[in-house]
T-cell receptor, first 116, second 111 residues
Framework: DSGVTQTPKHLITATGQRVTLRCSPR?????VYWYQQSLDQGLQFLIQ???????AKGNILERFSAQQFPDLHSELNLSSLELGDSALYFC???????????????FGEGSRLTVL | GQNIDQPTEMTATEGAIVQINCTYQ??????LFWYQQHAGEAPTFLSY????GLEEKGRFSSFLSRSKGYSYLLLKELQMKDSASYLC????????????FGTGTRLLVSP
């Protein structure tokens, strides 16, 4: 158990819909990262938050948005869903997200999104 | 940008030794990570290298050569449970860093 909690574990929805994925980082971790993993694809970095502020952005579509709340949990919002958005969405956390430590990422179990 | 290359798939026999290679191209290198991921599960941390050389951790070892942009993960005394994907990831020294992952190497261990 990494200490990172993601909900829901599974989600099935239709094209055009909107969903929200939730992540609670490990206790004390200030940085949260979102990754997308499609079938047989590598982990694609989407976005990073540190202590409530956006710090880095990757290949995140405009239909997707995220935020980190004062209690450090984060939500990833996916809207106008398309079939190609079906994937595993992982949240990870780390202590500070800076170069001052190893910066090992601890991953949650993921949210499997299926768009029909 | 960053380019990270790993073989797509490897096979090995239980009890054997396997080496999974990773090459990368990046500026501002600040660490290379190896993660293990079983199908449909979360990636779990295996090792971290930031200086050249070998880091040993039980049956797993990881090597880094920064000048060559090269790392390998060495798995000894393979067990069936080692069948998984092994992900190489690079971190850059840009302040608040993320990890950029390669596509992973799927290792199949047979009896």
């Amino acid at each position: 158990d990494s200490g990172v909690t993601q909900t829901p574990k599974h989600l099935i929805t239709a094209t055009g819909q909107r969903v929200t994925l939730r992540c609670s980082p490990r206790s004390g971790d200030l940085s949260v990262y979102w990754y997308q993993q499609s079938l047989d694809q590598g982990l694609q970095f989407l976005i990073q938050y540190y202590n409530g502020e956006e710090r880095a952005k990757g290949n995140i579509l405009e239909r997707f948005s995220a935020q980190q709340f004062p209690d450090l949990h984060s939500e990833l919002n996916l809207s106008s869903l398309e079939l190609g958005d079906s994937a595993l969405y992982f949240c990870a956390s780390s202590e500070t997200g800076t170069s001052m430590n190893t910066g090992e990422l601890f991953f949650g179990e993921g949210s499997r999104l299926t768009v029909l | 940008g960053q380019n990270i290359d790993q073989p797509t798939e490897m096979t090995a026999t239980e009890g054997a030794i396997v080496q999974i290679n990773c090459t990368y191209q990046t500026s501002g290198f600040n660490g290379l990570f190896w993660y293990q991921q079983h199908a449909g599960e979360a990636p779990t941390f295996l090792s971290y290298n930031v200086l050249d050389g070998l880091e040993e951790k039980g049956r797993f070892s990881s090597f880094l050569s920064r000048s060559k942009g090269y790392s390998y993960l060495l798995l000894k005394e393979l067990q069936m449970k080692d069948s998984a994907s092994y992900l190489c990831a690079v971190r850059r020294n840009t302040g608040f860093q993320k990890l950029v992952f390669g596509t992973g190497t799927r290792l199949l261990v047979s009896p």
